[in-house]
């Protein structure tokens, strides 16, 4: 058990919707990032919040938005969705804003676009 | 962006035989980490390698940082049906707060 909590586990939704995915960190760690996983494309970085503030964007897309709250659980907010969404979303901690410690990942939510 | 290129890409192996992957960067790197993901599961931290030349072991686990800070590898002694996964190595740190995974290496081993 890595300490980080995803909500819900399996998410299956239609084309359009909006859907908001949940993480909560480690206890004590600041960071919060959000990875996408796919096939075809891998782990690809979507954004990481550190304290409640905004460090660094990736390949996030404008339909896609995320939050950190003062109790540092994020969320990963998703909206118009489109079958290409599909995929396992990670949320991960660390205790460090720069990531050069360990990360500790989520089990994962897996979202389903049909 | 700037990438870190895995090979293999696949590698299958009968068990008892040993494994490699190399992790590859066009560019410096600050440090290196490896992940393991079992299948269905989530990447779990393995090591971070941060000085040059470095050489660390865990178990049948070797892991190795160039003596330029480009290049990584992972060697698996004695490989065992408990190793399957798919194996990352991801850069951080410095001025970058992202950690960068590469595609990782799928380890099939038959029994």
């Known amino acids: 058990d890595s300490g980080v909590t995803q909500t819900p586990k399996h998410l299956i939704t239609a084309t359009g919707q909006r859907v908001t995915l949940r993480c909560s960190p480690r206890s004590g760690d600041l960071s919060v990032y959000w990875y996408q996983q796919s096939l075809d494309q891998g782990l690809q970085f979507l954004i990481q919040?550190?304290?409640?503030?905004?460090?660094a964007k990736g390949n996030i897309l404008e339909r896609f938005s995320a939050q950190q709250f003062p109790d540092l659980h994020s969320e990963l907010n998703l909206s118009s969705l489109e079958l290409g969404d599909s995929a396992l979303y990670f949320c991960?901690?660390?205790?460090?804003?720069?990531?050069?410690?360990?990360?500790?990942f989520g089990q994962g939510t897996r979202l389903t676009v049909v | 962006g700037q990438q870190v290129m895995q090979i293999p890409q696949y590698q299958h192996v009968q068990e008892g035989e040993d494994f490699t992957t190399y992790c590859n960067s066009s560019t410096t790197l600050s440090n290196i980490q490896w992940y393991k993901q079992r299948p269905g599961g989530h990447p779990v931290f393995l090591i971070q390698?941060?000085?040059?030349?470095e050489v660390k072991k865990q178990k049948r686990l070797t892991f190795q940082f160039g003596e330029a800070k480009k290049n990584s590898s992972l060697h698996i002694t004695a490989t065992q049906t408990t190793d399957v996964g798919t194996y990352f190595c991801a850069k951080s740190g410095g001025s970058n707060y992202k950690l960068t995974f590469g595609k990782g290496t799928l380890l099939t081993v038959n029994p």
């Open positions: 991960a901690s660390s205790g460090s804003e720069r990531m050069n410690t360990e990360a500790f």
């Open positions: 390698l941060v000085k040059s030349g």
């Open positions: 919040y550190y304290n409640g503030e905004e460090r």
